[in-house]
Structures are given as structure tokens and as C-alpha cells.
């Protein structure tokens, strides 16, 4: 019988743990708390453009468009109305609805042809600026035997003539007379290709197009089911009009809401599903199955710290944290496993004495895990520093419930079943044999297999893949003229006039890389500030210029007085006694854009960007000078991760080194060095069976080997102290290892891969180090442990 | 019903069930022609220009593949009209589309089925009138939408036996594009090479 104070104390204390961390838990709305938003799992960094612009894309215009494609149903009724019309009705009723900011039909020209109106007004200020550029770079790179407005005259005659036979001159030759100097149809030419067919006829296959804009972020709640309900409602409206009407449209808000929905039941399910298979290998191998019971509240305790900790520190905490922080029970139940399958020294041993037996290996175990996993405190990636403190304060928490659980029971051990504690006999040549070549078939494995490893990392593989809805969305993207051969990119800049300069540097650079290639972005409607700045002397260097143009058309074969309405706009743009500031410009351009086109330009305080859609597939990304990515750079962050692989692996190698140190100071050199071999090699055996088996490996992996180096480590230590006893290595180890193998390998079967990644790391490396951990002695044929009968 | 023309032939209005017999076979051997490879010669008459701006390249007309016109001089690009709509190919190869149905194809796109000679197709979009003298005929198409009406004007075809000689747009006021068709090899079978580089 324990000391009925120390029961007390022990409950007492629990008690008032447990109470405390579940009212902080219940008063601390997680709901709200929890993020299932993939942006909530990489840092916000002013320097970084790719996720800067990942966060505002997601957060405007971009992540808020909504593509529908409707279409009369084939057993319409004779008379019922065309797709088309349907198109206006749905984006009419849509547009009445308080979640959708914006519908519109594609086959409307009437916002395209606002756009077109007022660049077209415009373009004295907007275009001007740039041609002249262009213009005075030729003629500063040519003789200069002749004044430059009477190069420029001459130089805008011949252009206007060639351009007359070619095939666009029918189409514009009703804005010639305003625009001899060709300022608009050269933008349209430029622009061309900017939006797919689709976007241009509002027409795809059968389909009839609607472009919407939801009210709200689709990352948001607000932008998910209210979303949702208004394309039904929208629709109802249209199958009010023709029953048999079809209905395909995506969205970020789809694969949004499919992703929480997934990953939800993806945090049951595996909370649940690693519960129980650690409670399954206790149950195994122990003697009295109903006492394994006992096991749970270590584990409940474990986590419930961790949860509260996590979510104290944190005001968001994503939710992948819980779903990596399910191995908890894996990992929280070895203190179990230690205190309560322990053997006592003599049958009236006092819970107290045994504990104190342990407390050295426990708390070295303990410890040095937590310091390393201190160490991901500092890593940049916000889920990284929270999966640190979620494993640290689960450890802490596990290791406190389980000292004061088993003080309060009457018997705190438990037997285990004979099989789990078998050993081959060492003396065996056999035995000896086969362990020599499994450890040296795992050093082969481990030596040969990391030198083929590859690495790679997709922000897209911390979110369960939705193969329906991306065939969907490529269907109806389809159906929008977007086949995905072309480049999209975006240029940022502090402000939209530092993003048009930056533009001006990627088109440049663009027009090298990819010669042929034709780049189109709104952008290309707005001269650089530098370019506005300059125009009023510019202007006023071409005082000459409107009589000489107009002796230059005489000589080409024009009739001069039919470009009275360009001499009229010239000389009114050249009158005007101040030039609006450069922002004031912008704004009214902006002001103009509606629909499709507005989503690719994004001007905001401190952010601004541009979108260019360029006509060539996949190849070099431009340099960082230029300020702009590609979406595919955007969609994987493979390169920002490339930074935080790195930066996890010097945190990760600094934490081993601790841990490394921690157990030398207390093993000491010798002692220590065996100790630390057994999950450097189960480490290193994993990488290599990776490596050989050609697995790529992403950061998880990297964190998925840190985690099972620091939990193959106590394995190790708990083996070196029964060797010092001379005792035989305790049960515990086995169903330790069992139990993380089990619990990890459940995250090995989740639909998220970089989870899964995790998983199957951790369970390799755990197996290995058992393996080691028992092969060892028999390979070397020591028989230092005192066995049973010996 | 008919009305006199200015120069003294008779032009009838052209519908389903009235063209009679004379414009009922001429329709239908201008529509069996199949397909063909024409000179021709393009005259775009603008009205801020004193002269016209001429284009001269090769027709290439098939009833399944529709019409390209390979422009030659001054600039070499290719020009294909078909039912998806229209191509431009320049002459470093790129090439624009323009979809069939959007405003831009414009009245290019509406030479597909009068090349073909597609009347009943012709009948809903075009009010047709025809005359005919002696060999010679021409057929006028203007549209029935009043916008299309305005934009492009109405569209000429001229002829002499079962030989299509002449096409004109004609916009009241502004621009009028005459395009003269040459020597004109009928059945011709395009090459692979041909198909791949003017057709789609």
C-alpha cells in the first residue's frame, strides 16, 4: 500500500491540473483559434516577395474569382432560352447576392469596351509616355543626322503606312485619325492573348461564361458557405427559366472548403485511430489486459498539455499542428510504459523508492528531447515552432501525469506477457551470425543509400489533394480558353509605380529569355513614373513636331485634314498647364478596370503587382532583381522552402548536438558515444532506405528524423542503464518502440503527404533503433546481462 | 421582286424558294467547286488616303478547311477563316486567334460561308441581292443586324461564269476593300505541307 498522503497529494495536484488546463481550453473558443488556412504555416517576412505575394493573392482579387459555365439543357423545352441568356441571368442573380462583389458575362463586351474607352481617352498620358521611350532610344542609336521631331514625324508616317497592310488596319482604322501615332493598336497587339478565348467570346464548347468575384476571401468562412449558397440560389433562379440548364464552376473556395472538411476528419481519425493501437500493443503484452487502462491518462495528460500550452502561446495555431501532434500518444505513453512495467527490486518496493530508481533515465530522456525540440523555436515557419512546443510541453505534461498517476494507484505495476520480453540466447553462432549481417546490411543501407537522396518541397503537400475538384477546375478553366501552356507571372513593388519599373526590368529580361515570346499585362497601359515625369519636357521638345508629322503624312499618301481629332488632342494635352501626380493617373486607370481584367493588377498600401501572361510554357525563372515569380514558384514554394530545409536542418543538427551533449555529461565519453550510435545509425539507415528505394524528401522528413533520433535515443538510454545494473533491458523498450512505431505508423497512411512523410520517418527510425538496440549485444556475443537462471 | 441598277441590269432580291433556275445552278456549281488556289490581289481604300494600299498574295479556298489568304506583299502573313474563327499567322510565325462569335472576327469571319456559298446559312444572316449579265454576275450580301450593318457595310461577290473574280467590302463613308481573284486552278488537292502551313 502506498502512503495515503502521497495519493492525495497526487490527485490533488492532477485534480487541480486538469481542471485549470480544460476551463483555459473551454474559455478559449478554439474554434476560432484553429486555422485550417495553408498561409497560417509560413511566416509573414517583408523581404520575402514569393509569400508576400502568396498572402495578398490569397487575401484579394485573385483567390476571389469565381469561374461558372452555363448551358441550355438538351431536354430544354422548344423556345427556352439560349446559354447565353441564362449567362445574363445567372450573373444578374448572383450579382444580387450579399457574397458575390461582382458578376459579369463574358459575352458583355460592354466593361471590356469601358477599359478599351478610357485607355483609348487616355492615351496622350498613358501610351505617349512609353512610345516616346522607345522612339528616342532608336533615334539616339541611330545618326541623328536629321531634328528629332522631324525623325519622329517621319518615323510615325512610315509606321502608319507598313501598318495599313497589315490584317489588324480593317479592325482600327476607325481610331487611325484620332491615333495615327498607332498608341492603341499597338497595345492591343502587345495585349493580345492576356485572357483565353473563353474570356474573349464568353463562349466555351457549348457553355456560356460568368466571371464573379466573391465579397470575401474563399480562405475565409465567409467566403466558403455563403458562396456555396449563392451560386445554388443564383442557379435556382436559372433553372426557374430552364429546368434542364447545366451548372460547372470552380473556384479557391472549393478546394478550400474540401481541404477543411478532409482535414478534419483526417484529425479524428487519426487522433482516434493512434489512440488505440498504442492502447492494442499494451493490451498485447501485458498480463492484465484491463489494467493497460492505466496507460491512458498519460497520455490524455500529455496532450491535453500540449494543446493548452500551444494554444496559450499562440493566437492562431494551424491545425495540422494537432493532426503531426497525434503522435503525442505514441511518444507520451513510453513514461507509461517505464514507471508502470518497471520490475520492482523486492515485492514491498514503495512506489516512491522505484520512482527515484527511474528518475535519472526519465528525466534524461525527457529533457534531452524537449531541448531539442526547443531548439525549433527558432525556426522561421510558424508550424515548425509550434510542432516544438506542442512535442515539448506533451512530453513535460506526460511525464508529470504519469509520475503522479501511478503515486496515486495502490499498485503501480504491471506484468508483462513472456513473449515481449524473449531474448535469442547470445551464445548461438547462428544468433551471432544473422545479427552480424543485418547490422551490416543496415550500414550498407545506411552508408550507400543518402548520397541518392533528392529533396523537394510543395506548400501544395500540406493539404489533402482533391483530385475531383482539380479535374473539375481544369475542365471549367478549359472551357475559359486556359489550356495551361502559357507562363503567368507576377511583378511586386512597394508601391504600383516601384511594380511598373520592376515590370519594365522583367519585360526586358522576358524579351531576352524567351525572344519571340509575347508577353501581355496591364501594366503595359501605364508608363513608368520616370517616363510621366519626364513628359512635359519632352513635350516640349516637339513643339515642332504636329507640322512636321503633318508634312510627313502629306508625303506618305494621307490626307492630312482627316487627323484633325490627333492635332486637336495633341495640342490640348500640350496646352494643359499641370500634369497630375503619377498616383492620380494610376487611380484612374484602376478606376476603370472591371471584371476579368482587374484581377491582374493589385495595388494596396505597401503591396502592389502586376500579373504578365507570356505565350511560352515552363523554363527559367527570372532573377530576383526583377522583383517578379512565376504562379508555379507561387503554387510549390519550392525555393522558399529550400530556405527553411536548410534552416530546419542547422536548428535540427544544433538540437542533436545538445541532445548529443546532455547524454555525454551524463554517460559519460564512452557510455555516451554508444548511446548516441544507436539513433545516429537508425537515422541514417532510414535516409538510406529512402535514398535506395528513391523516395524524394521534403522538410518533414528532416523534422520526422530529428523527432525519431530524440525518441530512439531513450531507447538507448534506458538500455545503457540496465546494462549498467547488469539487468536485462526492461519490456518497456520493446513496447515503447512498438507503440511509436504503431502510433507513427498510422500518420504514414494520412492523405497529406507531407504528414505521411512524417510518419513513415519517424516508424522507420524507431524499428531501426530497436533492431540495433537488440542486435547489438548479440552480435558482439556479450552476455554482460544477469538472464534468469544464469 | 427586282429594281433597275444604275447600270442598267436587273438586281433581284435573292431568298429561300426565289432565286430561280439561271441563279439556282450558278449557286450550285460556285458551292460544288470544291477547292481552290487563286492570285490575288487586295486594294484597301481608306478614306484618310490618297491611294490605295495594295496587298497581293495567294487564295486557298477548301469547303471543309475553309478560306486562307496568304499575304505576300508588302508583308508576308497568312490570314485563315474557319469555323473556329480566325487565325493571323505573321511572319515570324506567331500567330493570334480570334474565336469565332467575338466581335473582332468581324466581317472576315462572314466571307467563310459566302466562299462556300452556303446559301441557306447566307438567307438567315444576309439580305441577298443578285445580277446577272450575260456571263458576269455579282451577288450582295448585307447583313440583317443593324450593328453588323454599320460596322462592316456589305460584302460583294462578283463573277463571271462559274469563276468567283471579285470580292468587296464596302463600308458607306470609310474604308472599301476590293480583293481581285487571279488565275484560279479549281480541284486543286493541297499538299500536306500546304495544309499544314495555311490551314489549321
Not at chain 1, 359 to 388: K, N
Not at chain 2, 21 to 31: D, F, N, R, T, V
Amino acid at each position: 500500500m502506498e502512503p495515503a498522503r502521497q495519493k492525495w497529494a497526487a490527485r490533488a495536484l492532477l485534480a487541480v491540473a486538469v481542471a485549470t488546463m480544460v476551463a483555459w481550453l473551454m474559455g478559449a473558443n478554439l474554434k476560432s483559434r484553429i486555422s485550417t488556412n495553408v498561409l497560417d504555416l509560413i511566416p509573414s517576412e517583408p523581404g520575402l516577395q514569393e509569400l508576400n505575394m502568396v498572402r495578398s493573392l490569397a487575401d484579394q482579387d485573385e483567390a476571389r474569382i469565381i469561374l461558372l459555365a452555363v448551358r441550355a439543357g438538351t431536354a430544354s423545352a422548344p423556345g427556352a432560352p439560349a446559354s447565353d441568356i441564362l449567362a445574363t441571368d445567372l450573373a444578374r442573380a448572383l450579382a444580387s447576392e450579399p457574397a458575390i462583389a461582382q458578376a459579369i458575362p463574358l459575352a458583355d463586351h460592354i466593361p471590356r469596351d469601358a477599359i478599351a474607352r478610357a485607355i483609348f481617352l487616355r492615351r496622350l498620358s498613358l501610351l505617349l509616355p512609353g512610345w516616346l521611350d522607345t522612339m528616342k532610344r532608336q533615334y539616339d542609336s541611330g545618326s541623328k543626322s536629321v531634328p528629332w521631331p522631324a525623325w519622329l514625324a517621319e518615323k510615325a508616317a512610315q509606321d502608319l503606312e507598313a501598318f495599313l497592310a497589315k490584317p489588324e488596319a480593317i479592325a482600327a482604322q476607325d481610331v487611325v485619325t484620332s491615333d495615327p501615332l498607332l498608341l492603341v493598336p499597338r497595345l492591343a497587339n502587345r495585349m493580345e492573348g492576356i485572357s483565353g478565348p473563353g474570356f474573349e467570346s464568353g463562349q466555351g464548347a457549348n457553355y456560356s461564361l460568368v466571371w464573379a468575384l466573391s465579397r470575401e476571401s474563399p480562405l475565409s468562412e465567409g467566403g466558403q458557405e455563403p458562396v456555396f449558397a449563392a451560386v445554388n440560389d443564383a442557379m435556382s433562379k436559372v433553372r426557374a427559366i430552364d429546368a434542364g440548364a447545366e451548372l460547372r464552376w470552380t473556384g479557391v473556395a472549393r478546394f478550400a472548403a474540401a481541404s477543411r472538411a478532409r482535414i478534419e476528419r483526417e484529425v479524428r481519425l487519426l487522433n482516434i485511430l493512434s489512440l488505440c493501437l498504442v492502447v492494442g500493443v499494451a493490451a498485447a503484452c501485458v498480463r492484465k489486459i484491463h489494467r493497460a487502462i492505466h496507460l491512458v491518462p498519460v497520455v490524455l495528460g500529455g496532450l491535453l498539455g500540449a494543446w493548452t500550452v500551444t494554444a496559450a502561446a499562440w493566437h492562431r495555431v494551424h491545425v495540422l499542428v494537432f493532426v503531426i501532434g497525434s503522435l503525442l500518444a505514441g511518444v507520451a505513453v513510453d513514461y507509461g510504459f517505464y514507471l508502470f512495467l518497471q520490475p520492482k527490486l523486492r515485492p514491498s518496493e514503495p512506489y516512491a523508492e522505484r520512482a527515484r530508481r527511474l528518475v535519472r533515465p526519465l528525466l534524461a530522456s525527457a529533457l534531452t528531447t524537449v531541448i531539442g525540440f526547443s531548439f525549433l523555436l527558432w525556426s522561421e515557419l510558424p508550424l515548425i515552432r509550434q510542432l516544438g512546443v506542442f512535442v515539448s510541453a506533451g512530453l513535460i505534461f506526460a511525464l508529470l501525469t504519469a509520475l503522479l498517476w501511478f503515486a496515486q494507484i495502490d499498485d503501480s505495476h504491471l506484468d508483462t506477457r513472456s513473449f515481449i520480453r524473449w531474448r535469442p540466447n547470445p551464445a548461438g553462432r547462428g544468433v551471432r551470425l544473422a545479427s552480424r549481417l543485418a547490422l551490416f546490411a543496415g550500414a550498407v543501407v545506411a552508408l550507400a543509400g543518402p548520397w541518392r537522396l533528392h529533396w523537394r518541397d510543395d506548400i501544395r503537400e500540406l493539404e489533402i489533394p482533391t483530385p475531383d475538384i482539380t479535374a473539375n477546375d481544369s475542365a471549367v478553366r478549359s472551357l475559359f480558353g486556359d489550356d495551361g501552356a502559357k507562363t503567368v507571372y507576377l511583378t511586386q513593388g512597394a508601391s504600383l509605380a516601384d511594380a511598373r519599373d520592376n515590370l519594365e526590368s522583367f519585360l526586358k529580361w522576358h524579351a531576352v529569355a524567351y525572344p519571340g515570346s509575347k508577353a501581355a499585362a496591364v501594366g503595359m497601359a501605364l508608363p513608368t513614373k520616370e517616363q510621366w515625369a519626364r513628359l512635359p519636357s519632352e513635350r516640349a521638345a516637339l513643339a515642332d513636331f504636329p507640322g512636321q508629322f503633318r508634312l510627313a503624312l502629306e508625303r506618305h499618301g494621307f490626307q492630312v485634314e482627316s487627323f484633325a481629332p490627333f492635332f486637336r488632342a495633341w495640342k490640348d494635352a500640350a496646352a494643359s498647364p499641370t500634369q497630375p501626380p503619377y498616383e492620380a493617373m494610376v487611380r484612374e486607370l484602376e478606376r476603370s478596370l472591371r471584371g476579368p481584367l482587374s484581377s491582374l493588377v493589385h495595388d494596396a498600401p505597401g503591396t502592389a503587382w502586376f500579373v504578365t501572361i507570356a505565350e511560352q510554357g515552363p523554363g527559367p525563372d527570372p532573377p530576383a532583381s526583377t522583383n517578379t515569380v512565376t504562379d508555379s514558384q507561387l503554387q510549390n514554394l519550392n525555393r522558399l522552402f529550400l530556405k527553411y530545409r536548410i534552416s530546419a536542418l542547422r536548428l535540427s543538427c544544433v538540437g542533436l548536438a545538445f541532445v548529443g551533449a546532455s547524454v555525454f555529461v551524463l554517460y559519460g565519453i564512452r557510455r555516451g558515444a554508444r548511446i548516441f550510435a544507436i539513433p545516429s545509425g537508425a537515422c541514417l539507415f532510414a535516409f538510406g532506405l529512402f535514398g535506395l528505394l528513391g523516395i524524394t524528401l521534403n522538410l518533414f522528413n528532416l523534422l520526422g528524423a530529428f523527432l525519431g533520433v530524440c525518441l530512439s535515443h531513450n531507447y538507448a538510454i534506458f538500455t545503457a542503464e540496465s546494462l549498467r545494473r547488469h539487468e536485462e533491458p526492461p519490456p518497456s523498450i520493446r513496447m515503447s518502440s512498438l507503440a511509436a512505431a504503431s502510433s507513427f505508423g498510422v500518420l504514414s497512411l494520412s492523405r497529406i503527404p507531407v504528414v505521411s512523410a512524417l510518419g513513415s520517418t519517424v516508424a522507420v527510425i524507431v524499428i531501426a533503433a530497436l533492431a540495433i538496440t537488440e542486435l547489438t549485444p548479440l552480435a558482439s556475443g556479450e552476455n554482460t546481462v544477469q538472464r534468469p537462471g544464469q | 421582286m427586282g429594281w433597275a441598277h444604275p447600270l442598267g441590269a436587273e438586281t433581284v432580291v435573292i431568298g429561300p424558294g426565289t432565286p430561280g433556275p439561271k441563279w439556282e445552278s450558278l449557286i450550285g456549281a460556285l458551292a460544288r467547286k470544291g477547292p481552290i488556289r487563286a492570285a490575288f490581289t487586295e486594294r484597301r481604300h481608306f478614306a484618310f488616303r490618297r491611294e490605295a494600299t495594295v496587298l497581293t498574295g495567294v487564295l486557298r479556298f477548301s469547303p471543309r478547311l475553309g478560306l486562307s489568304l496568304q499575304y505576300m506583299r508588302p508583308e508576308e502573313s497568312i490570314l485563315i477563316a474557319d469555323s473556329r474563327g480566325l487565325e493571323i499567322r505573321d511572319s515570324t510565325g506567331r500567330s493570334r486567334d480570334i474565336p469565332a462569335g467575338s466581335g473582332a472576327a468581324g466581317v472576315i469571319e462572314a466571307i467563310l460561308p459566302i466562299m462556300q456559298f452556303d446559301m441557306p446559312a447566307l438567307y438567315r444572316a444576309f439580305i441577298v441581292h443578285g445580277e446577272m449579265t450575260g456571263e458576269g454576275w455579282s451577288l450582295e450580301f448585307t447583313p440583317k443586324d443593324a450593328d453588323l450593318s454599320e460596322a462592316f457595310g456589305s460584302i460583294v461577290v462578283s463573277g463571271s461564269s462559274t469563276d468567283v473574280k471579285r470580292l468587296e467590302f464596302k463600308r458607306a463613308g470609310s474604308m472599301h476593300v476590293e480583293i481581285d481573284v487571279g488565275e484560279t486552278q479549281t480541284g486543286v488537292s493541297f499538299s500536306q505541307d500546304e495544309l499544314k502551313k495555311y490551314f489549321r
